[in-house]
């Protein structure tokens, strides 16, 4: 199973972009997706999540500017990043729990290979 997210890029404060991440290989079910950003010289944080059954949650520092979705037919997520700061720079990576075997697992998590996100100021 692979990742690839792409949509990343140079943006000013206050512009928006969006990020998708689609998962191929032999994929039987995915259960939650995820997306991580990491700034330099700080770790790996959490950034939003999505279960199979659409529950969402957000970091505090995201929430009402970033959107986190799902197309499950298409195996993809997305993040819809609104209002950006320059904060918001770091490298993005999406994660996903997949199946190869069956709707009861075993999942096993992988992750994309990030993209990068730079907001000036």
């Known amino acids: 199973v692979q990742l690839q997210a792409s949509g990343g890029g140079l943006v000013q404060a206050g512009g928006s972009l969006r990020l998708s991440c689609a998962a191929s290989?032999?994929?039987?079910?995915?259960?939650?997706m995820r997306w991580y950003r990491q700034a330099p010289g700080k770790q790996r944080e959490l950034v939003a999540l999505?279960?199979?059954?659409?529950?969402?949650n957000y970091a505090d520092s995201v929430k009402g500017r970033f959107t986190i979705s799902r197309d499950s037919a298409k195996n993809t997520v997305y993040l819809q990043m609104n209002s950006l700061k320059p904060e918001d720079t770091a490298v993005y990576y999406c994660?996903?729990?997949?199946?190869?075997?069956?709707?009861?697992?075993?999942?096993?998590?992988?992750w994309g290979q990030g993209t990068q996100v730079t907001v000036s100021s």
């Open positions: 994660n996903a729990d997949v199946s190869s075997r069956s709707v009861y697992g075993p999942f096993q998590q992988y």
């Open positions: 290989g032999i994929i039987f079910i995915i259960s939650d």
């Open positions: 999505i279960t199979k059954g659409g529950s969402l």
